[in-house]
């Protein structure tokens, strides 16, 4: 069964560091989507993109992050200048165009800003 | 905005008896996805249940079962002869159906199984 990859499961890193976390999507997904979790809280909407530009994005999405559709399979999170705050646990999702709602998540990637 | 709200932090149950976590959402649109993910310490989010707003008819899957009330907006799980393998987080999580961008998701229940 098709499922979302990320890469690295765990990066730690120092403030002040820039980051990227990398998602390959499901191949004929074309909505794609990364998420965080802080530990012990819910899971919050950073930005949705689709068709190479962003759809949406939360208020959380400042300046300090991009999102990137290097190629055709790769979707990349960055993160400039990492804070204490950062550290979280990062989900890439995709979803189809049938739009039947589900998004399909990898595992995530924990980053520790030390 | 839409908000998704789980009020239960914590819920425990006996292997094989049967548990109800609860949602309620707010929202103004008629037309929406309201969804169910497991996320057992594995850390990947997997879907457990989808149940499509316009359809009176409450999903089900196997052992896992929704009591959605439109007009309440609410939306519980029920999963009936539980089993160790379903201890994990549960998010509920709803997605507006005129776009398809962010879903928004509650706060989680940590549902623990006893032997």
């Known amino acids: 069964e098709p499922e979302v990859t990320q890469t690295p499961s765990h990066q730690v890193t120092q403030m002040g560091q820039e980051v990227i976390l990398r998602c390959v999507p499901i191949?004929?997904?074309?909505?794609f989507y990364w998420y965080r979790q802080i530990l012990g809280q819910k899971v919050e909407f950073l930005v949705s993109f689709y068709n190479n530009e962003i759809s949406e994005k939360s208020e959380i999405f400042d300046d300090q992050f991009s999102v990137e559709r290097p190629d055709g399979s790769n979707f990349t999170l960055k993160i400039r200048s990492t804070k204490l705050e950062d550290s979280a646990m990062y989900f890439c999702?995709?979803?189809?165009?049938?739009?039947?709602?589900?998004?399909?998540f990898g595992e995530g990637s924990r980053l520790t800003v030390l | 905005a839409q908000t998704v709200t789980q009020s239960q932090p914590e819920m425990s149950v006996q292997e094989a008896e049967t548990v109800t976590l609860s949602c309620t959402y707010d929202?103004?649109?008629?037309?929406?996805?309201l969804f169910w993910y497991k996320q057992p310490p594995s850390r990947q989010m997997i879907l457990v249940i989808r149940q499509e707003a316009y359809k009176q008819q409450n999903a089900t899957e196997n052992r896992f079962s929704v009591n959605f009330q439109k007009a309440a907006k609410s939306f519980s799980l029920k999963i009936s002869d539980s089993q160790l393998g379903d201890a994990a987080m549960y998010f509920c999580a709803y997605r507006s159906a005129y776009n398809n961008n962010d879903m928004r998701f509650g706060a989680g229940t940590r549902l623990t199984v006893k032997p």
């Open positions: 191949s004929n997904h074309l909505y």
């Open positions: 929202t103004s649109e008629s037309d929406y996805y």
């Open positions: 999702a995709s979803s189809d165009l049938r739009n039947t709602g589900e998004l399909f």
